[in-house]
């Protein structure tokens, strides 16, 4: 498959006042029985928990938040820490994924402590923002420039604070620094030592600030498709890198050789061509049903790319829909033209990712990247131009800073993920004194960080046991590329 995206490229905003205030009781936990049903139709007995924290703890007189999470009691008659799930996004329910493909994973691990499928602030069942109606939306028929997307972006950024504000709905709350003190505050309903954590993605990042605030109370840290302190915003740099490795491994098949000789200038190509002339796209409005010429010109074609990164499992077809789209066919977009011109505001999803912002030595990096890259900075999109609408509410150098820790680390990296980039993980272990790094040869983003090998489960058990580990690298099998019939 091309590309995977949900109905509309989601635009978000939040802001963080400073130090949260910790909470030090106990907020009262409420358990009860619930039977837990998977996507696929399986049962599971477990419990519904929930407990409440304020939305802003450096506001006394705010309002609270409920937050829930399920919990899958442990087999092991002498259970260790408590195991929390952090999802990614951010805005991605722990307790859903929980009902999809790692459904088993979360059960493996009962053998080891309580399981907890937890949705952050913001997110599944939990309490969070308001649904925003509104929409940023760009001229569908035409090309504009950079600087009038910027402007609409911004506009409509603005626009959305606004909402929140006037639905009492506290922005500020709504950060990395907060989720990670909710952290705090579940391991203390629970009665708790200590917590484990297991995250993947933003997930990555939430765990690494909950152990900035709260070390002391933390066991062990299994982390996938890592995020440190300032890798919210992405490197062009990781996403040439990829197509640089996808270009070489076809190159080593004679078979796909013969059929893709020049994959990287293929893209410069179809990327030239739409420079000059943009495609014009017949594709269905996703909020009107209207169907009307959609114009791609050679940033959109970027960023349709760029999503489409993320793994094998969404590139494997990529070096064929090029050529096609060479050839004039651009049918395989039309399902996704509108994501490029549109997209939902929603009050958190990546209101995370505009506290946490980005350095100035990293943002000079990333200009100077998009100059020299394929892809330029399309990776990023809309975040910078609305980041730069709310400067004001950016955590802080603080926040961004690295912070070394003898905490037992297992981070897990995929070499073909086009999202969180194996050199995060590298990156970071550089102040995990007591880090560890399983990485996955051939595996994307998301699901193969944990299901592409019977190994991986293997390691993470062993991890979680407090067994003795070693950095370890498994190979899967080569991608399947798909060739013209």
Not at 32 to 43: L, N
Not at 153 to 162: F, P
Not at 463 to 471: P, T
Request: charged fraction near 25%; hydrophobic fraction near 40%.
């Amino acid at each position: 498959m091309f590309l995977r995206l949900p109905l509309l490229c989601l635009l978000t905003l939040t802001c963080t006042c400073g130090p949260a205030l910790m909470s030090q009781q106990a907020p009262k936990l409420t358990l009860e029985p619930y039977e837990f049903i998977t996507q696929d139709g399986r049962k599971t007995e477990a419990e519904m928990g929930s407990f409440s924290v304020p939305e802003n703890r450096t506001k006394a007189s705010g309002k609270k938040l409920t937050l829930r999470f399920v919990r899958f009691k442990s087999t092991n008659p002498n259970p260790g820490s408590p195991i929390v799930y952090l999802a990614g996004g951010p805005g991605g329910s722990g307790i859903g994924t929980a009902r999809g493909t790692r459904h088993d994973l979360f059960q493996a691990l009962r053998a080891v402590a309580d399981v907890i499928a937890y949705d952050q602030r913001g997110t599944g069942l939990s309490d969070g923002p308001p649904r925003y109606p509104g929409f940023w939306s760009v001229d569908p028929a035409k090309v504009m420039t950079q600087k009038e997307i910027r402007q609409i972006i911004q506009k409509a950024t603005r626009e959305a604070a606004d909402f929140f504000a006037d639905n009492d709905c506290d922005l500020s709350g709504y950060n990395t620094n907060e989720s990670a003190d909710d952290l705090n505050d579940l391991r203390l309903a629970l009665g708790a030592e200590k917590i484990s954590l297991w995250g993947i993605s933003y997930g990555s990042h939430l765990s690494l600030t909950a152990i900035k605030r709260h070390e002391k109370h933390l066991d062990r840290i299994v982390i996938a498709g890592i995020e440190g302190y300032d890798h919210t915003v992405k490197l062009p740099i990781h996403q040439q890198q990829l197509l640089e490795d996808i270009d070489r491994r076809i190159k080593a098949n004679p078979a796909t050789a013969a059929v893709y000789p020049d994959f990287l200038g293929d893209i410069d190509r179809l990327l030239k061509k739409l420079d000059k002339a943009p495609a014009m796209i017949p594709a269905k409005h996703p909020v009107t049903g209207d169907t009307m010429l959609v114009a791609i010109g050679k940033h959109d074609m970027q960023q349709l790319v760029s999503w489409s990164l993320a793994g094998p499992e969404n590139f494997s077809d990529l070096p064929f829909m090029v050529q096609s789209m060479l050839r004039g066919d651009f049918s395989i977009v039309t399902p996704y033209a509108f994501y490029v011109k549109m997209g939902q505001f929603n009050g958190m999803s990546m209101a995370m990712d505009i506290a946490s912002g980005i350095s100035p030595a990293r943002r000079k990096l990333v200009e100077k990247q998009a100059k020299t890259t394929l892809l330029g900075a399309a990776i990023n999109f809309p975040y910078l131009d609305q980041y730069d609408e709310l400067t004001e509410l950016d955590a802080g150098k603080a926040f961004r800073a690295p912070y070394p820790t003898k905490l037992p680390v297992l981070c897990i990296s995929g070499t073909l993920d086009g999202r969180t980039s194996a050199e995060n993980a590298v990156e970071t272990l550089k102040h995990l004194k007591n880090g560890h790094h399983l990485v996955i040869e051939g595996a994307g983003h998301s699901d193969p960080l944990f299901l592409s090998s019977p190994r991986i489960l293997e390691v993470m058990r062993d991890f979680f046991e407090g067994k003795d580990i070693k950095d370890e690298r498994i190979v899967l099998p080569p991608v399947e590329w798909v060739l013209p019939e």
